[in-house]
């Protein structure tokens, strides 16, 4: 029997920064970058994610400082120069203003069960958007604290010990099937795929395309 859900946030509760990462390709195309704005779309989230996935123990960096080192990078595939200061302040922005999904707000106050929050963020940006949409949370963990990013197990298994509960007790539900779904599955948590994007579903993955869709589920402990 499940005793909590924990959720991821950016993309899950709140908007992810699609339209701002057109808004940086724009910036990268204006300063004579020859990609698309989906090639730029691709390069950010390859930079970015490789720059998560070093980011651990001693070698730990929070994300203000991966946002910098992600656009360097941008920098030398695209061959050009921005204004990575600039970018970076406008990321950050996001973090602090993205909007929560009307049906995500509709799950935390209905879903029976609490709900925790765990997510590749820095602290400072989770807690002051939990406090601005007062949003009906038990607790929350992120990767600041943890000194690791999704989908490594270590950041689920530390998150699940500060909210004083084991694998067995809950569920996780997340839009990133490699961070999220599978990420929680490789820490021995059931999770729930929410799949916002309609994007091709691989064999045997559980999913939902909204938080209507996800509280059945969790009504009827289907995992």
Not at 157 to 183: C, H, I, Q, T
Not at 185 to 207: M, Y
């Amino acid at each position: 029997m499940k005793r909590a859900v924990v959720l991821d946030f950016y993309g899950t509760v709140v908007h992810e920064a699609y339209a701002l990462l057109d808004e940086i390709a724009a910036v990268f195309q204006k300063n004579g970058a020859a990609c698309s704005v989906q090639e730029i779309h691709r390069l950010w989230w390859q930079s970015f994610v490789g720059l998560c996935d070093e980011a651990h123990g001693s070698n730990f960096r929070n994300q203000k400082t991966l946002y910098s080192a992600a656009f360097e990078n941008m920098e030398r595939q695209t061959g050009v120069s921005v204004d990575k200061n600039c970018l970076v302040k406008s990321v950050i922005e996001f973090s602090l203003t993205s909007e929560p999904f009307e049906d995500a707000l509709w799950f935390l106050q209905n879903c029976p069960l609490p709900c925790f929050i765990l997510s590749n963020i820095d602290t400072n940006e989770l807690c002051t958007m939990i406090n601005k949409y007062a949003l009906k949370v038990e607790d929350f963990y992120t990767s600041e604290e943890a000194k690791e990013y999704k989908p490594r197990k270590g950041i689920f298994e530390k998150g699940l010990k500060k909210f004083g509960l084991k694998a067995a007790d809950v569920v996780y539900v997340g839009d990133s099937l490699r961070n999220d779904y599978f990420g929680a599955r490789g820490a021995g948590i059931d999770s729930v795929w929410l799949n916002r994007l309609n994007a091709e579903i691989p064999s045997g993955v559980v999913t939902c395309n909204d938080f209507h869709s996800v509280l059945p589920l969790i009504l009827r402990q289907k995992f």
